[in-house]
DNA sequence: CGCCTTTGACCGGCGC
DNA sequence: GCGCCGGTCAAAGGCG
């Protein structure tokens, strides 16, 4: 019965969301098949990441794949959600995961069981080349991992290795194995600089539920993936990466592993002078590719790594980067280290340069700095964490932008649930277990989203529509 | 038995 | 057209 509620909750919701947002998904498809489509594009994600310092109740935690990879760095939330969070929690997944060439499945059909995965070989193969679009978007994560591979909390099938040209380390190919629809794949291979590096690629987007402790990488790769995807990345409105970028910062809670290095948020645009750059940062665009790189693989920055004018390069590459700089103590804690976040923020203008493929972000005007009325929000006296300012000068752009509000949204209703839409909000329980307390206010959007008090503005998350409606928020590739 | 990894073969895109 | 290279397939075997 419980599990029949739950799942007409989840119908319920679902549907509506799909009748209120026909238009929004129908552009998300249509971004896919735009002229990005065309190109093979990367985002990169890079965690800088201590091992083998889980406490005991993280472990409890820890579910398969964890016991088989304790040493290694798990990807994922940990708030503590029952069981019966699963589903809220996979809605928002698969909400978030819509977006790659409409590759989503009827949002009523539950991924099918294990059991019946075999029987649906035929069709998977059918519909995987029905999906399969010129070139997929991908998402690259580098962290530093000394084992196989990340534990990200999905289910990965093995299904190929290669000798890539250039690196003496194999590159590993996996498949989702959660859904046999699910078109997302992934590469692992070490950096051929670093072997401590581990960079997965991502490639795909999940067209099914998924496992809370999933939901944080798949949010991050959906959102970059349909970023890069949307054409509004050139407009003033473009902060995909960004959200990306943040999404992946607020999902990488530290339950399971350790953040060495002091979170590290970076940016810098090359193509044109006077720009502002976050060292140990980067985007590129290789070989007419826009690349993304969020580096959290690069040691703590210090305080003085504000931004600075970067001087006018001669390539064709937009930097931006996260590092982690977690101590131990830190990172040990529930929550993520972003949740504490508060203050305010102006408005940045990320743009897409389309004739050098560059993912630019303008981080502000030159005449305005970039600290400029910035709280440090990040040090509380609860952990006493201390960012570089060029985290928070770029949180402040990122956080800024109705994008990352829908980020945010959909990272929140994967926390924590909805009421809306026939989704119950669980307020006692996050309050009580989540640990999540996240704040956000932002100039433009006149509104708040606090977790805390869980009084989550719709004005907030979703500008756009700014009546009393939560949901449905914008899909990330529905981002304008 | 089911699911996984391993590994050589195969395929398609791309550059020359 | 040819070769290189990245990516995938599928048979074989391992593991719990």
Sequence with gaps: MEEAREENKMLKFLDIFQQEKPEDAANARGVTSHEESEESELVSLSLGISLNRKTKGERKHCRREDEGMDKGLTLGLDINLDPVNFAEAAICSTASSFGEGGKEEEPSEMWPPSKVLKGMKNLDKSEASQNDQPKKTRVSIRARCDTQTMNDGCQWR?????????????RAYY???ISPLCPVRKQVQRCAEDMSILITTYEGIHNHPLPISATAMACTTSA???????PSLSSQHGHGIVNSAISSITNFTAPNYNLDNAL????????????????????SSLNSHPTITLDLT??????????????????TTTNLNFSSGFSPLQSSMPSSPWSSYSGHFNSGTPTHNRNHGDYLLNTGTQNQPYLEQLHHPICTSNNNLSLPDSI???TKAITSNPKFQSVLATALTTYVGNEAGGVR????????NSELNLKLC???????????YFNVSSSALNPQQGNSSIFPLPLPGQWK
Aim: charged fraction near 15%.
């Design 298 to 315: 690069a040691p703590p920055t210090s305080s003085n790594s504000t931004f600075t004018h970067m001087p006018k390069y001669s390539s």
């Design 425 to 432: 909000l669980r307020e006692n329980h996050v309050l009580e």
């Design 442 to 452: 932002s100039e433009n959007s006149m509104g708040c989203a606090s977790s805390r």
């Design 264 to 283: 590290n948020f970076s940016t810098y645009q090359v193509s044109r002078p006077h720009q502002f750059y976050f060292p140990n940062s980067s985007i």
């Design 392 to 394: 928070i000068a770029a």
């Design 224 to 230: 970059a993936a349909s970023m890069l995807q949307s």
């Design 158 to 170: 093995k299904y190929g290795q290669k000798m890539a040209k250039g690196n003496p380390c194999p």
């Design 175 to 177: 498949r989702c194995t």
